[in-house]
């Protein structure tokens, strides 16, 4: 059984109309729902380019410098940014005492696969650049921004390039079919999405 938070939370997404309405309403209603939660004040986010993609450096106040988590953002590859998802992977660094880098890719349907994956590819070969080393970076991302990790070390690997020390897919999104049972089998208990949501993205 939920917790009484978790309850809570629950009862929240459910009767928010975030994926409601067309792609522009529901980027609106993502950002306006994310982004007025409150950021913690140490945790220094700062605007970067990152091989000609647009990024954020998420820092907090202890980290190791040499190690960096390249973020992907959720959101069905269609809505969804740097902004909001800033306090999740402000969490996530200082959970991990680590530097991350979070990717603004570029969203469908204006820019269709493999535009996010390109973007990846590149904001990754940019921390090499830079010299941060394979094995002191992880890549991950939540929902469509974990099956975007999983894609990108897929494009890294055949490409030849050498491959972070981890790959992180939180609640990833990998059967962009539907096809598996537990679709509709367990549709009631998933606040958010449905078949026909995850159809529609």
């Not at 809570?8 to 994310?34: F, H, K, W, Y």
């Not at 902004?83 to 402000?90: A, D, E, K, P």
């Not at 603004?104 to 990754?124: I, Q």
Request: proline residues 8%; aromatic residues 4%.
């Amino acid at each position: 059984m939920a917790s009484p938070e978790l309850q809570t939370v629950i009862e929240m997404l459910r009767a928010t109309p975030m994926l409601q309405g067309d792609i522009a309403t529901r980027r609106a209603n993502m950002e306006m729902m994310t982004t007025t939660l409150p950021l913690a004040p140490d945790i220094a986010y700062a605007a970067t380019d990152a091989g000609g993609v647009p990024a954020e450096w998420v820092i907090p106040p202890e980290h190791d410098p040499g190690r960096v988590l390249l973020y992907l953002h959720g959101g069905g590859y269609c809505i969804g940014s740097v902004r909001t998802h800033r306090r999740l992977v402000g969490s996530i660094a200082r959970a991990g005492k680590i530097r991350a880098l979070s990717v603004d890719y570029r969203l469908a349907p204006e820019h269709p696969f493999p535009a996010a994956v390109d973007d990846a590819v590149r904001a990754y070969g940019a921390l090499l650049e830079q010299g941060v080393a394979p094995q002191r970076i992880a890549l991950g991302g939540d929902s469509a921004g974990g099956g975007l990790t999983i894609a990108t070390l897929l494009a890294l690997r055949d490409r030849g390039q050498p491959l972070p020390a981890a790959g992180i897919g939180i609640s990833p999104w990998l059967d962009l079919s539907q096809s598996g049972a537990s679709c509709t089998s367990r549709a009631e208990l998933d606040p958010m999405l449905d078949k026909a949501k995850l159809d529609q993205f």
